[in-house]
């Protein structure tokens, strides 16, 4: 069975950092790529980041591009988002997904894109 967990949200001051975690089971990643999405409250979900387990290539989106960092640890199934810099219109329940077809970073992505495996998610609140 296939599981990814968040952790790591949490309520932080603009200006803040957070980091996140994705912790994967059931699934070998080796050859695989994993996102992170985010979902504002009212809006549609966007994917901000991802990576290639297999040659740790990656992809961040313009909107946090300098201020978000995604990163791998092979041996324990896990990837990380790194978040810095935060601001208020980064406010959002925070998700990783895994890709189980093939596709790569930064296709995955692409709204037109589906992933096979997600996370429940973690809200990211940036507040003052």
């Known amino acids: 069975q296939v599981q990814l967990v968040e952790s790591g949200g949490g309520l932080v001051q603009p200006g803040g950092s957070l980091r996140l975690s994705c912790v994967v089971s059931?699934?070998?990643?080796?050859?695989?790529?994993i996102g992170w999405f985010r979902q504002a409250p009212g809006k549609g979900r966007e994917g901000i980041s991802c990576?290639?387990?297999?040659?740790?290539?990656?992809h961040v989106v313009d909107s946090v591009k300098g201020r978000f960092t995604i990163s791998r640890d092979n041996a324990r199934n896990t990837v990380y988002l790194q978040m810095n810099s935060l601001e208020p219109e980064d406010t959002a329940r925070y998700y990783c997904?895994?890709?189980?077809?093939?596709?790569?970073?930064?296709?995955?992505?692409?709204?037109?894109?589906?992933?096979?495996?997600w996370g429940k998610g973690t809200l990211v609140t940036v507040s003052s």
């Open positions: 997904a895994a890709d189980g077809s093939g596709s790569s970073c930064p296709y995955i992505l692409m709204p037109s894109h589906g992933m096979d495996y």
């Open positions: 059931g699934f070998n990643l080796d050859y695989h790529a």
């Open positions: 990576i290639n387990f297999s040659d740790g290539s990656t």
